[in-house]
């Protein structure tokens, strides 16, 4: 595939227009505008992405705010298999998923037909429909909202990174010396919180567009209620004689990708490993008896759990904030 225009070209617009997007922001369309309670999917397409990270560059800024800042030294962790994850001091890395880089733009380099194209693909979370990181969390701090948008709640997470190991994308990323972790038994319990994309679920509240959907130079992305995304990503599909991704993995998910090459050719193009997910083709993790009987059991507690957490992180910050106003 040829790009005539330079990712650096694209990114300088991209960082312009993502300093603008806390002075003024896009409306939600219409159709989402209001829609608490139905379900919202992202549709990416695949074919407009030329990877200048411009997404990537609005999603740090606009998230800069929930990003972690770790007291340091970190608590001995027992037993010490227990290893810390820090990464303070890599901010900066773009190229792989973080607990400061929500996005990244991954790379495939694939053959068809006999010529060899290259695709830029942006990778955040699926924030599937019937998510296990939140059916599966023991605190209930990830939780799937009735819009669609799964988060993790930071004030609550222990770090444990079930989510992590129940998510079949690995999506979570966990980062030592922050959270409730370090109030209760912080040398034995969690060992800090894990981030991921949370779809900008406070910008929606107030009506405005997901970062990296307003400033995407190509419009490679658009939101809109699931429904509508699905028969828009069949029509595109049928059009191009393309292919989808996400419609059905895990179950059904809220990120649906369409490509003009099969999604097996992108997998086995992309460098895949920590912090960087497959395209590979995923069953429905929750339709397991053995994780829908874990999720019933957990219900009640991780309810009880979340109750407990939200108390001790608010006492937490009433003392935080009489201690700054001494």
Known sequence: ?????????????????????????LPLPSSVKGASDQELATLIDIRKCIGCEACV?????????????????FPRMYPSRVKVSDW????????????????????????????????????????????PC????????????????????????????????VCPW??????????LYLDIFPGFAGNGVMYKCDRCYNRIAEGKLPACIEVCPEHVQKIGPRDEIVKEA???????????????????????????????????????????????????????ADNLAKAMVIAPMAGIAAAAGKFIATAKKATRLKEENQ
């Open 134 to 165: 939140a059916d599966l969390c023991p605190w209930g701090a990830a939780r799937k909202l009735k819009n669609g948008i799964t988060r993790i709640d930071a004030d609550i997470c222990l770090g444990g990174a079930k989510c992590a190991k």
């Open 234 to 288: 069949h029509a595109i599909a049928e059009e191009i004689n393309g292919y989808i991704y996400g419609e059905k993995e895990n179950g059904g998910t809220n990120t649906i990708y369409v490509s003009p090459v099969p999604f097996d050719l992108l997998n086995a193009g992309i460098e895949k490993g920590p912090g960087r997910p497959g395209l590979q083709p995923v069953a429905d993790s929750m339709a397991h």
């Open 1 to 25: 595939m040829t790009r005539d225009i330079s990712r650096r070209t694209f990114l300088k617009g991209g960082l312009a227009a993502a300093g603008a997007l806390t002075a003024s922001s």
């Open 57 to 73: 560059e609005a999603c740090k800024e606009v998230n800069e705010s929930k990003f972690p800042e770790p007291e340091q030294p």
């Open 88 to 131: 303070s001091d890599r901010r900066d890395e773009v190229d792989r998923l973080t607990p400061y880089n929500w996005l990244f733009i991954q790379e495939a380099t694939v053959t068809v037909n006999g010529r060899e194209e290259t695709y830029t693909i942006p990778r955040r979370c699926m924030h599937c429909q019937n998510p």
């Open 170 to 179: 690995h999506i979570p990323q966990r980062q030592t010396g922050v959270g």
